[in-house]
Nanobody
Framework: QVQLVESGGGLAQAGGSLRLSCKTS????????MAWFRQSPGKKRELVAA????????FYSDSVKGRFIISRDNAKNTLDLQMNSLKPEDTAVYYC???????????????????WGQGTQVTVSS
């Protein structure tokens, strides 16, 4: 069983920065595709960013491209999301997710992710 625990959420002003972290259990972390999703009230959960096992392939949604950076440390089993130039519309609960299948072709599919963290709230004030 893979467990994911997020940290680092909170309140930020528009234009500010926050860094989210996700600590993951599991011996095969380096083979997992990892991702950050977010969900705000009344909206579907959406993919923010994803990264493959060796960190060389990444995906960003258009809404965060150029502002957010996803990274991973396979030695520490951690996944990070550096969020810069935050906007009020970034307000959401952010979830860390793991896809043990590791298929880059499906890394943007919500259904590919078998394991989820509990979520961490990010609130951006204008």
């Amino acid at each position: 069983q893979v467990q994911l625990v997020e940290s680092g959420g909170g309140l930020a002003q528009a234009g500010g920065s926050l860094r989210l972290s996700c600590k993951t259990s599991g011996r095969a972390f380096s083979s997992y595709i990892m991702a950050w999703f977010r969900q705000s009230p009344g909206k579907k959960r959406e993919l923010v960013a994803a990264v493959n096992g060796n960190g060389r392939s990444t995906f960003y949604s258009d809404s965060v491209k150029g502002r957010f950076i996803i990274s991973r440390d396979n030695a520490k089993n951690t996944l990070d999301l550096q969020m810069n130039s935050l906007k009020p519309e970034d307000t959401a609960v952010y979830y860390c997710a793991a896809d043990p299948g590791g298929d880059i072709a499906t890394m943007t599919w919500l259904t590919s992710y078998d394991y989820w963290g509990q979520g961490t709230q990010v609130t951006v004030s204008s």
